[in-house]
C-alpha cells in the first residue's frame, strides 16, 4: 500500500465520524442516485446499534477504512466477516458445500455488502476527491482482511456495474442476477402510465386496485414525522409473520425500526392498511434522492391483490407523484413484469484464495452470466408495454 495512505478495520460504525463515512457513501459521483439511504451511517449503524447484525448473527462487522496522513477518511467499504451466507441473497451455498466435499473450510468469508438488503449501491465508497490510488488501497485492504481472517473468500454484492467491471480487471470473478424495476418515463399521473400498457394490462391492474382497496380499507402513506410509534408496532408485526412463514427467522429486531425513525425519518416512507381502527398490511420503503426501494411487506389478513396494491401499485403512483426516477422493488418475482418493472441486471464479484476454488467457480459463473442475459431477453419480449 502505498506510504500516503493508512488502512483501518472497524468493529463498530460508531467508532467512525458519521459525516467522514457519509461523505464517501454518498458522494455524489453516481448523477442517477445522488443519495443511497442504504450505505449511509444512520443505515448501518441501525442495524449494529439494534442488534441486528453484530453478535451471534453471523455478520461480524470489519468495515474497511483508508485514511490520508492527517487522518482524513478517502474511502471506506461496509464489511463483515461471514459464518453463514444468509441474508445475502446472492447464492453461494452450493459453493460452500462443494468445497466443503473436496476437504476445505469455506467460513468464514469476508462479504462488502448491506446486510438483508438485495439493493444495488456503491460498495467501493470513494470521498468525493480522493484519489485514484485510494480506490487502489482499499482493495488492497480488503484482500488483506481476507488473509488476516483466514478466509476462504473474498465478496462484494450488489455492486454498481463500474464496481464489478474495476474489480474483474483487478481479478475478481463477476457474477450477474436480475431484478424488476419500474422507470418514470415522465408520466404525468397513474393513469398516464397506464396508458402505455397494452389494453388487457391496463384492464387487469384497474381491477385489481379496485378488487384490493375495496371499501371497507383505508391505505395511508406516511413518511418523516407521521409515523408514530404505534405504526412501527404494528408493521414489526406484518414483518414478523411474514417473515416467519417466508424464512423462519426474521433478521431485523424491533429495536432496529425505532433506531431509522429516530435516525433517518424523512427517507421512509411507509404505506399502511387499514381496517376500521386497526392497522391489517404494511410495506416499508426507503426513499433516496432518485429513487424508491421497496423492502418489506406483510399482513396479518389476506386480501386478494392486497400485496401487489400496497407493494408495487402505491410504489409507482408515489414514484410518479413526487418526481422520482424509478422504484426498486426487491429481489426475485417474475410477477413485477406484469405490473410495469422491467428487467435489470445486478453485479457481484467474488475472489476465492484456493486457485482450485477459483478456476471451478469461474466455469460455473460464465455459464450463468449467459442464462442470466437469455432471461432478461426473454423478460423483455414479456413486457406489457404497448407495441404501436
Request: with cysteine; aromatic share 12%.
Amino acid at each position: 500500500m502505498a506510504a500516503e495512505f493508512t488502512a483501518r478495520c472497524a468493529s463498530s460504525l460508531s467508532s467512525v465520524d458519521p459525516a467522514a463515512w457519509d461523505a464517501c457513501a454518498n458522494a455524489g459521483r453516481d448523477p442517477d442516485e445522488r443519495h443511497n439511504p442504504f450505505v449511509s451511517h444512520a443505515f448501518l449503524s441501525a442495524l449494529e446499534r439494534s442488534g441486528s447484525v453484530g453478535g451471534r448473527s453471523g455478520w461480524a462487522p470489519a468495515h474497511t477504512l483508508i485514511e490520508d496522513k492527517k487522518g482524513r477518511l478517502l474511502a471506506a467499504a461496509p464489511a463483515y466477516l461471514k459464518a453463514h451466507s444468509l441474508g445475502e441473497y446472492v447464492f453461494d451455498q452450493a459453493f460452500a458445500e462443494a468445497y466443503g466435499r473436496a476437504g476445505g473450510r469455506y467460513y468464514p468469508k469476508i462479504q462488502v455488502a448491506v446486510p438483508f438488503t438485495p439493493v444495488t449501491g456503491p460498495r467501493l465508497l470513494l470521498e468525493k476527491d480522493a484519489p485514484d490510488a485510494a480506490r487502489a488501497a482499499l482493495i488492497d485492504a480488503l484482500r488483506d482482511l481476507c488473509k488476516s481472517c483466514g478466509a476462504s473468500s473474498l465478496h462484494v454484492t450488489f455492486a454498481t456495474e463500474p464496481e464489478a467491471s474495476a474489480l474483474a480487471k483487478q481479478g475478481f470473478l463477476q457474477r450477474a442476477g436480475e431484478q424488476f424495476h419500474f422507470s418514470n418515463e415522465g408520466y404525468r399521473d397513474f393513469d398516464d402510465f397506464l396508458d402505455a400498457l397494452s389494453s388487457r394490462k391496463r384492464k387487469t391492474i384497474r381491477r385489481e386496485r379496485r378488487e384490493a382497496q375495496g371499501s371497507d380499507l383505508t391505505i395511508e402513506l406516511l413518511t418523516g414525522a407521521d409515523i408514530e410509534q404505534r405504526h412501527w408496532d404494528a408493521f414489526f408485526a406484518f414483518y414478523m409473520h411474514t417473515g416467519a412463514r417466508k424464512w423462519g427467522r426474521p433478521y431485523l429486531t424491533r429495536a432496529f425500526f425505532d433506531e431509522i425513525g429516530a435516525s433517518m425519518p424523512h427517507r421512509v416512507l411507509l404505506v399502511m392498511v387499514r381496517k376500521d381502527r386497526d392497522y391489517i398490511a404494511g410495506a416499508l420503503n426507503f426513499l433516496g434522492d432518485d429513487a424508491i426501494y421497496g423492502r418489506y411487506w406483510g399482513a396479518l389478513e389476506e386480501r386478494p391483490f392486497l400485496h401487489f396494491e400496497v407493494c408495487y401499485h402505491q410504489a409507482i403512483d408515489y414514484a410518479i407523484r413526487h418526481g422520482f426516477k424509478r422504484v426498486e422493488a426487491g429481489a426475485q418475482g417474475e410477477h413485477k413484469l406484469a405490473r410495469g418493472y422491467r428487467p435489470v441486471a445486478t453485479h457481484s464479484v467474488h475472489e476465492f484464495v484456493d486457485p482450485r476454488l477459483q478456476a471451478a467457480v469461474a466455469d460455473y459463473l460464465a455459464r450463468e452470466r449467459e442464462a442470466v442475459a437469455a432471461m432478461i431477453e426473454d423478460y423483455e419480449e414479456a413486457l406489457p408495454f404497448r407495441r404501436d
